[in-house]
C-alpha cells in the first residue's frame, strides 16, 4: 500500500516514538510548520505545502533543491487542509497525520473534524504521532498495539449504536454510546490487538500507547 505521512505544525511528544511508525518508502508531505518535525526526524520532504509563514529562516535554507508549493496567506483552509487535500489527489491508499494534536484546542479539534471525512471507501486515514493515535469507524477498525494500552470511544457527531468491541478490558455488546456520556473512554486493551464494530454512527476511536521504552 502506498502511505503518505503529513507533518503538521501540532507537538510532536517525542521523536523516538515518532520513528517508530515510519516506513522507508513513505512519501513525506509537510504542512509549514510541520517540516520543523520531518527535519528533526532527518526526513527530506517531497514536498511542502502552506502560506509558510511558520518556517524559520533556517529551515528554509534546508530546504533548497526541495519543492515548495506556496499559498496566500488569506485562505479559507488550514495548511493542513491543503496538504491532506493534495495527499488525497494523489490517490495515496494511506494517510498518517503526525503531530496533529496538542498546542491549541481549536487546530486539534479542527485537525480531527478533517480526519473524520469519507474521501474514499478505500483510504485509511488517521492521526498519529506514534504516542497517540486518532481514527474514525463507520463500520470496523483493528487496534494493534500491547495488552495495557488505552482504547477510548467517543461519538463525534451524534449517538453510535450497535458498538461491539473485543479485545477490550471492558467489552462492549450491541452498545449505544451517546454524545453527552463519558462510558466509553479508557477501556484497556488485553492482548495485541482490539477489534471495534459499529452499526451507525460515526465512532472516533483513539489509542494511546504505554510503556513505550519496551
Known amino acids: 500500500m502506498s502511505r503518505c505521512l503529513i507533518f503538521a ?43 509558510l509563514d511558520s518556517i524559520s529562516e533556517e529551515e528554509r535554507s534546508r530546504l533548497d533543491g526541495f519543492q515548495l508549493m506556496q499559498f ?3 485562505k479559507d483552509e488550514t495548511d493542513l487542509e491543503l496538504a491532506l487535500d493534495y495527499a488525497v489527489e494523489r490517490g495515496f491508499d494511506e494517510i498518517v497525520i503526525v503531530a ?16 473524520s ?16 493515535s486518532a481514527r474514525f469507524c463507520r463500520d470496523a477498525v483493528q487496534v494493534e ?7 477510548s470511544l467517543i461519538p463525534w457527531g451524534g449517538e453510535v449504536r450497535g458498538v461491539r468491541t473485543e479485545g477490550l478490558r471492558w ?10 456520556k463519558t462510558r466509553g473512554v479508557s477501556n484497556e486493551m488485553t492482548g495485541a490487538a482490539a477489534r471495534v464494530e459499529v452499526e451507525s454512527g460515526l465512532l472516533l476511536v483513539v489509542h494511546r500507547r504505554r510503556n513505550l521504552e519496551s
Do not use: K, M
Open 117 to 132: 471525512a469519507a474521501r474514499r471507501p478505500s483510504l485509511v486515514t488517521r492521526i498519529d504521532d506514534g504516542v497517540e
Open 72 to 74: 496566500p496567506r488569506d
Open 145 to 151: 498495539g500491547r495488552s495495557g494500552d488505552l482504547v
Open 100 to 115: 496533529a494534536l496538542g498546542g491549541r484546542l481549536d487546530q486539534t479539534l479542527a485537525n480531527l473534524a478533517l480526519v
Open 171 to 180: 467489552p462492549l455488546s450491541n452498545e449505544t454510546l451517546l454524545l453527552h
Open 9 to 51: 505544525n501540532g507537538i510532536l511528544p517525542s521523536l523516538d516514538a515518532a520513528r517508530r511508525i515510519l516506513r522507508p518508502d513513505d512519501f513525506i508531505l509537510c504542512a509549514d510548520g510541520g517540516t520543523r518535525h520531518a527535519l528533526d526526524l532527518g526526513l527530506a520532504p517531497s514536498i511542502v505545502i502552506g502560506d
